[in-house]
Each structure stands twice: as structure tokens, then as C-alpha cells.
């Protein structure tokens, strides 16, 4: 079974662009969590979907969102790029609720 | 909110030792507590797992326990191998109908020698 895809690895911005961040579950997961890793502050939750619906939110601005589809494959945006935002972007799927959450190896996010 | 410590920051360890990792957490409505293991390059591995109405849990060479009154839980591996270096996260979640959001400890670097 496939893990938890995201795309891309790698990526380069400027200060005040936007970019778009996905993630593929596993395979039948309906639930999809971001987490912001950075050295200073860790790893942090920053949204979580489920059947398209956004079930919980961290402490972050505005400029983070993201959204789920029907397939439970998920985008995160964020506009307005600052240089704290580079970070490595972390995507996890779960089963269930209640069920583990599976990582994908990330996209990191640096931005200049 | 919930707030997650984990100690030691680092830990070298010869190979065939065993490895202990501790963490507290501030809520006492946590009930799910996993550890990952992240290598270089890659994101964290979901190792081992328990849940709160279980003290121990093992698994091979790792065993995690929890103790619910002084709201700590702590991974041991035995029998270190080189393969074990990287780092460890611990963390803690309520999980309930409306998710399951898992708040990190800062994580533990681990070194294990030949």
C-alpha cells in the first residue's frame, strides 16, 4: 500500500508570493492533518479535514488555509509569504478519528 | 492548551545499550499518546502507541509506558542497534469525535555508537 504522498519535495519562493502544497492519503483514509516542523518551534498542527469538512485548526494566521476534496486528497495554501514561513510542510492521513496518523516525508518550504 | 516536554534533548547511547525517553503532558483529558521516529530526510515514523486505558505496551525491542497520576510516559529500546539513530518525538492527543489533533514534544536526538 502506498504511503502518504505529497508534493512537491522542494520548493523555492519570494516573500510575498503564495503556494500551494499537496498531499495524497493512503489509500481509503478519510482523514487529513498539515503540521508546520521547523527548528525553533517544532513540529505544530496546523489544520485537519474530513470528508471535506475542517475538523480543527491551529494557532496560525489567516494565510494558511487549505481545503480537502472528495477523493480525500488535500491542498494548503498559503499566501503572502514571509520568510518565517520556510518550514518543512508535513501531511498525515489517518483512517479514522480515532485511528494513527501515517506522515509523509513533507514538502519543505523555503522562502527567500 | 496541551502542552508536551520531552527530555533528554539528546541521548548517545553505545550500541546494545538500552535508550529511555521521557515526556510529560500538561492535560489530564489526553488519552493518546504515539512516538515517531524521524530519519534525515523523511517524516516521523509512527514507532509505538498507547492509549489510556493501558500502562504498557511493547513491541520487539520498544516499550512505552504511561503513567496517568503524574501524567508522564516514557519509550524504552532495548538492545540498540546503529539503525535506531534519529530523532524521537513524543506525543499527546484527545481524541474525540471532532479529531484528533496530536500536540509534539520538542524531540530527542538519538546517537547510537558501534
Known amino acids: 500500500k502506498a504511503g502518504v504522498t505529497q508534493t512537491p519535495r522542494y520548493l523555492i519562493k519570494t516573500r510575498g508570493q503564495q503556494v500551494t502544497l499537496s498531499c495524497s492519503p493512503i489509500s481509503g483514509h478519510r482523514s487529513v492533518s498539515w503540521y508546520q516542523q521547523t527548528p525553533g518551534q517544532g513540529l505544530q498542527f496546523l489544520f485537519e479535514y474530513f470528508s471535506e469538512t475542517q475538523r480543527n485548526k491551529g494557532n496560525f494566521p489567516g494565510r494558511f488555509s487549505g481545503r480537502q476534496f472528495s477523493n480525500s486528497r488535500s491542498e494548503m495554501n498559503v499566501s503572502t509569504l514571509e520568510l518565517g514561513d520556510s518550514a518543512l510542510y508535513l501531511c498525515?492521513?489517518?483512517?479514522?478519528?480515532?485511528?494513527?496518523?501515517?506522515f509523509g516525508n513533507g514538502t519543505r518550504l523555503t522562502v527567500t | 492548551g496541551e502542552n508536551v516536554e520531552q527530555h533528554p534533548s539528546t541521548l548517545s547511547v553505545q550500541e546494545g545499550d538500552s535508550a529511555v525517553i521521557k515526556c510529560t503532558y500538561s492535560?489530564?483529558?489526553?488519552?493518546?499518546f504515539p512516538w515517531y521516529k524521524q530519519e534525515l530526510g523523511k517524516g516521523p515514523q509512527l514507532i509505538i502507541d498507547?492509549?489510556?486505558?493501558?500502562g504498557e505496551k511493547k513491541d520487539q525491542r520498544i516499550a512505552v509506558t504511561l503513567n496517568k497520576t503524574a501524567k508522564h510516559f516514557s519509550l524504552h529500546i532495548t538492545e540498540t542497534q546503529p539503525e535506531d539513530s534519529a530523532v524521537y518525538f513524543c506525543a499527546a492527543s484527545k481524541i474525540k469525535a471532532a479529531g484528533n489533533k496530536l500536540t509534539f514534544g520538542g524531540g530527542t536526538r538519538v546517537l547510537v555508537k558501534p
Open positions: 498507547i492509549r489510556s486505558n493501558v
Open positions: 492535560d489530564s483529558a489526553s488519552n493518546y
Open positions: 498525515a492521513s489517518s483512517l479514522a478519528v480515532d485511528s494513527p496518523l501515517h
